[in-house]
Each structure stands twice: as structure tokens, then as C-alpha cells.
């Protein structure tokens, strides 16, 4: 599971073997969020959530929605699209 980003203690990964559309889970201690990237234009949506709060996830949507572009190119090298 490739780690694309790293913030705030957050590994934001990528699993190879995941399914579409491009997605990246957000994995902190003890929580873990999947949000959709939502190709070509964006913003990012919370598909699931388990154990952050609403702040927190609007924190990470904006760190996500600001890394976006590289973690779409991410989602395509890791999954040869």
C-alpha cells in the first residue's frame, strides 16, 4: 500500500489492487476516511468515514483538494491508467 502523501500524522495511501473510480484512504491512528477524487475536476467527496470528526475531515478535504492534481497522477502510476 504506496503512502502518496504524509500530513498532520495522516498516511493518505493508494492500494494497487483497489477498485475505481480513484479513491485514496486517509489512515490516521485510529480512524481511517476514503475520499473520491473525483477525475478531471474535482473536489474531492467523503465516501466513508470512521472515527475522525466533521472538523477534522474538512481539514483533510482541503489538504486533499490542494494535493489533488498529484494525487490523481499517483492514482494513474500506480494503476497504469
Known sequence: MP?????DGLRVVIYPNDHRPAHVHVIGADAEAVFALNAPDGPV???ESIGFRGGALDRIAGVLNDNRVAL???WERIHGD
Open 72 to 74: 490523481l497522477a499517483a
Open 45 to 47: 467527496t467523503l465516501r
Open 3 to 7: 503512502t502518496v502523501l504524509r500530513f
